[in-house]
Every structure is written in structure tokens, then in C-alpha cells.
């Protein structure tokens, strides 16, 4: 049942939980896929993301069925993107020297804790000192995903002032290191935020998300 709501409603252009739960109680084609069963947003939700790489590979193979039928045309694509804030907080962004200082102490932190843990017998601190080890050991793992989304940055601001030729020394970037794929970025009200940029397109006469 979820399956089938998901891909009728990507193939109708609805990408929201929120929207599917409506249409199953307002519209007769959701309504007929839900043979009289009421689903919540949150059941919806849960799925989509729960199962993205099923279902990704499934519209997939649905919309190069259509496709093939003739019943949509891949030739025009209609792009649009949207601003979506990110969880990370504005203190999380650091420049290089402040990357390298927190994946410095998260290193020491970790290679401290994983002697304790083994120089303790204790089971129960053992485990209370593996779990802090671990908070480390990714807390380290964030950092490093940040300075590597710093170098990308960075080659990418290089590139556009060579191409635009004016000389001007590019400001020196910053990364989030508690979530390296968000960037700072200018929001509809006007404000700056942590935010990720969302591209979707879909095909401009059937507006099937692709």
C-alpha cells in the first residue's frame, strides 16, 4: 500500500507526507489505492525515508517504463530548486585552523579513552568509557568531513575568481563540523542560515518528478 501511494504520488508531482495523507482522504485515486485503510502522514514519512534506496531504484525503473510507452517525454525537463534549513547551528561553522583544533582534541580524547577502557576491568565502566569513546570517535569522523567539504569549497571558490579575472582574494571558507554537507545561505525572509540547496526536476508536460 505505502509503495503504491509513493510512486503514484511522485508520478503526480506530490513530494510531501503531509499532501499524500490529504489526497488519500480528498482524492478518488488515493483513496481507491487505499481500499478504505487510513494512513498517516507520519506512517508515510517513516516509509519514504526508511526505504529511499528501494524506492529511488523503483521510480526509477517505473518512469524508464513510461518512458518506453511513449507516456512521458524526457526531452523537456523543467528544473527548480528550494531552500531547506539544515539542523546545524551557525557556531558549528569553523575555519581550517578551528577544524583542525577540534579533530585534535577529539584524536586525544580518543586515543585517552581507549586506554582507560582497557586498563579498567569494571564492566560497567568499561562500557560507560566505550560509549564516550565512540561519541569521540564520530564527533572526530564529523570534523574530518568537514575539512574535507572545506577543501572542496575552497577549489570551488578559487575557480570562479580565476574566471572572473578581478583579482580580489577569496574570503577563506568555513564548514559545519556537525553537518558538512550545510551551507550558509541566504533565505527567503532575508536572513542567513545553515541551510541545504534543493534541486528538483520533474518533465515539463506530465510533471514527473525524475
Known sequence: LLLALWLYASSDGVGSARALERLCGSHDVYRWLCGGVSVNYHTLADFRVGCADLLDRLLCEHLAALADAGLVTLDSLAQDGVRVRASAGAAS???????????????????????????????????????????????????????????????????????????????????SSTDAQARVMKMADGGFRPGYNVQVASTAGEQFVV
Do not use: Y
Open 93 to 175: 561553522f569553523g575555519r581550517k585552523a578551528t577544524l583542525d583544533r577540534h579533530l585534535s582534541i577529539a584524536e586525544a580524547v580518543v586515543d585517552q579513552l581507549k586506554h582507560e577502557v582497557d586498563a579498567r576491568s569494571d564492566a560497567s565502566n568499561r562500557r560507560i568509557k566505550a560509549a564516550r569513546e565512540r561519541a569521540a570517535r564520530e564527533r572526530g569522523e564529523r570534523v574530518r568531513a568537514a575539512r574535507a567539504a572545506l577543501e572542496e569549497i575552497e577549489r570551488r571558490r578559487q575557480a570562479r575568481e580565476e574566471k572572473r579575472g578581478n583579482g580580489k582574494k577569496p574570503k577563506e571558507p568555513r564548514a
